[in-house]
């Protein structure tokens, strides 16, 4: 997947990070410090439909953009995450219990074009 | 609000100032993470466990044994948690000691308890083998009376932390509806208390649970 640059608008992955202090969740959440959430954003020109960043093949790009021109109807290709990870969480409940867990796919690891 | 509209998800994200942008996603991220916690809101912590106790349970409840394998098609969707729940102290009489351990409804009947031990300390004031009887209780839902679940015998020769496996007793708890687990302690009156009295609070009791969301009906083709 492609990280978003200043002058990058084809679909990249912006990072995002959520301090838990900053959101005053410091108290109940022990670790980790803060949550690496991360997005997907940018353009996905029809022809790129299907590519997970820049390491698609050439070929598929263009045998995409061909069939694009043959498309009576343009269907929409959005920039989404293709990669994910879980969200390891350390904290206190309700009733002051600690709880361990880790949640599947919270952290965006990469983006593409579906 | 942020995946409104026809276009892609991240379409009016993109659209929204920057300010605006930040605040829509840090509400997506504490919507997220509520949601995949069941919790309705933040929980207010009132009364955290000390830092020593904390410490001590943590590393009391990471060298126990490993949980056997899961088939892949499980793990790879099937959330985890690892409680540790630390005691309430009831009432007590020369020689018998109540313990409470709360669970939130949250982890209730949704989840499949792995396993869970009760964590004790022992600080013996003489030497010698001595005898703990060790009840798990549940209060009954309908009315002021207590079943007892189960009856164990724990031997102490030492001062020390001693475990004991009571899986089942939570795995039955959740089961029920129920969110507190009472333990009740009975020694030789003469010892006094060597499991609570005078302990300081990385000693406190505790309970570790291993626990993962129930397997969702699997369909099989034939």
Redesign the interface.
């Known amino acids: 997947g492609i990280d978003c640059t200043g002058d990058s608008r084809m679909c990249c992955r912006k990072e995002f990070f959520v301090d838990f202090k900053e959101i005053g969740w410091e108290d109940w959440i022990i670790q980790p410090e803060g949550y690496h959430m991360n997005y997907c954003a940018g353009l996905c020109p029809l022809h790129m439909a299907g590519i997970p960043g820049l390491a698609a093949s050439f070929h598929t790009a263009v045998l995409n953009l061909i069939k694009a021109s043959n498309a009576d109807a343009a269907v929409d290709s959005c920039c989404v995450p293709t990669q994910r990870r879980p969200l390891s969480l350390l904290y206190y409940d309700r009733d002051s219990n600690i709880v361990k867990t880790d949640i599947p796919d919270m952290i965006v690891d990469a983006c593409g074009c579906t | 609000a942020v995946s409104g509209g026809t276009?892609?998800?991240?379409c009016s994200?993109?659209a929204l100032a920057p300010g605006a942008r930040r605040d829509a996603?840090?509400a997506?991220?504490?919507r997220?993470?509520l949601s995949?916690?069941r919790?309705q809101e933040?929980?207010?912590?009132?009364?955290?466990?000390s830092r020593g106790a904390?410490l001590a349970?943590?590393s009391r409840a990471s060298t126990r044994r490993p949980l056997p394998d899961t088939p892949p098609a499980l793990s790879?969707?099937t959330?985890?948690?690892?409680?540790?729940?630390?005691a309430e102290s009831g009432s007590s009489s020369p020689g018998r000691i109540r313990l409470h351990f709360?669970?939130?409804q949250?982890?209730g009947r949704s989840i499949e308890v792995l396993q869970a031990s009760l964590y004790l300390f022992w600080a013996s004031p003489s030497p010698g083998t001595h005898q703990v009887t060790v009840k798990v209780l549940q209060p009954d839902l309908s009315g002021p009376n207590i079943t007892m679940v189960s009856k164990t015998w724990l031997e102490m020769q030492r001062a020390g932390w001693a475990s004991l496996d009571v899986g089942e007793a939570v795995q039955s708890l959740f089961s029920n509806g129920r969110?507190r687990l009472t333990v009740e302690l009975e020694t030789a009156e003469d010892l006094g208390s060597p499991l609570l009295a005078g302990q300081s609070d990385s000693h406190w009791p505790f309970v570790a649970a291993q626990a993962r969301d129930r397997a969702p009906h699997r369909v099989q083709r034939r």
């Open positions: 276009g892609c998800p991240a994200l993109a996603l840090l997506l991220a504490k997220n993470i995949e916690l919790l933040r929980p207010s912590v009132s009364r955290p466990p904390l349970a943590l790879s969707r959330q985890r948690y690892q409680v540790l729940s630390f709360r669970f939130t949250e982890l969110q």
